[in-house]
């Protein structure tokens, strides 16, 4: 298992290389610069602000000052921001989606496996038919639309929850469902498939012929092997959810990174856009990982696959 996880994190090392200097050029060669929208500015000032942050220089020279500067943790100032540092911006603003991305995450699995396990029990009834249709609709309805209905209907209309903001507990609840809903419907389907390849397997139903009751069947000698996709999925899951926090910040005004990621694409703040990438980049490295090896830890047969 040692050896595993350390020739993963091997591997990540060449790839978090690609995906900086990528980002860093795909970023410096888009039209225009930070400041090339700045209003009434004259252009001496401008040509000063572009010495004063490096930008003057040939494009290998800003990158290998970059790459040196990252190699030292340091992600640059922000250009837009006056004062404050990429690393200053991003544990500032991380912990409120991580918030948000362990609230959703937790809410997708109370709401999917229940669904998924009831569905798979109660195969081609009423209760298989009706969370399935639900989970459906649910992956066919994207964030940006579903986070406006529920702020209309639950937020103006009804007035339960503030429809923006992020200042109360109450506040948590449009964004986590928002962002919650899409996951919990792929998580539902995931158990129900599953549970059902599980629940045909000659151990079972030897557990079953031996009297064990119902619950214990499906708790304890059921469920370990029919959550094995669901394992699978959270990792791109959780991913998902931190990543995905974007357009649902935006929504209801959450102050996230995904927020600050969104502004910075707009306001074309090269050193917070490659900084925000290169965080969520390295953060799905390891999360894939830590899935890898739960998954290690449940199914031996993966656990000789890793030896």
């Given at each position: 298992m040692l050896r595993f996880v350390v020739s993963r994190l091997a591997q990540a090392v060449p790839v978090m290389f690609l995906i900086a200097t990528a980002t860093f050029?795909?970023?410096?060669?888009?039209?225009?610069?930070?400041?090339?929208?700045?209003?009434?500015?004259?252009?001496?000032?401008?040509?000063?602000?572009?010495?004063?942050?490096?930008?003057?220089?040939?494009?290998?020279?800003?990158?290998?000052r970059y790459m040196r500067n990252l190699l030292r943790g340091d992600l640059g100032p922000s250009?837009?921001?006056?004062?404050?540092?990429?690393?200053?911006?991003?544990?500032?603003?991380?912990?409120?989606?991580?918030?948000?991305?362990?609230?959703?995450?937790?809410?997708?699995?109370?709401?999917g496996l229940p669904a998924g396990l009831v569905a798979a029990l109660r195969r081609n009834s009423a209760w298989d038919y009706l969370p399935m249709a639900t989970a459906m609709a649910g992956i066919c309805l994207p964030a940006f639309v579903l986070g406006p209905l529920l702020a209309l209907v639950f937020g103006i209309w009804l007035g339960w929850f503030h429809p923006m903001g992020w200042n109360v507990a109450s506040d948590r609840v449009l964004p986590a469902l928002t962002l919650g809903l899409y996951y919990a419907a792929y998580i539902a389907r995931l158990t129900r498939a599953g549970m059902i390849e599980i629940l045909s397997q000659d151990f079972v139903r030897t557990a079953r012929a031996k009297g064990l009751p119902e619950h214990v069947v499906v708790l304890k000698h059921a469920l370990t092997g029919g959550i094995q996709p669901v394992l699978s999925f959270l990792g791109p899951a959780i991913a998902g959810l931190l990543t995905g926090s974007f357009i649902v910040e935006t929504v209801f005004f959450v102050p996230g990174l995904g927020r600050f990621f969104v502004n910075a694409a707009f306001n074309r703040d090269y050193t917070l856009v490659m900084g925000t990438v290169l965080f969520y980049a390295a953060l799905i490295i390891v999360l894939n990982l830590a899935v890898d090896v739960v998954q290690a830890w449940l199914n031996p047969r993966a656990r000789e696959a890793m030896g």
């Open positions: 050029f795909m970023v410096r060669l888009a039209p225009g610069d930070p400041f090339a929208d700045e209003k009434r500015i004259p252009e001496e000032i401008l040509a000063n602000l572009r010495a004063t942050y490096g930008l003057d220089q040939p494009l290998a020279v800003q990158y290998g250009y837009k921001y006056t004062g404050r540092s990429v690393n200053e911006i991003i544990s500032q603003s991380f912990p409120v989606s991580l918030e948000l991305g362990l609230e959703a995450l937790v809410l997708a699995l109370l709401l």
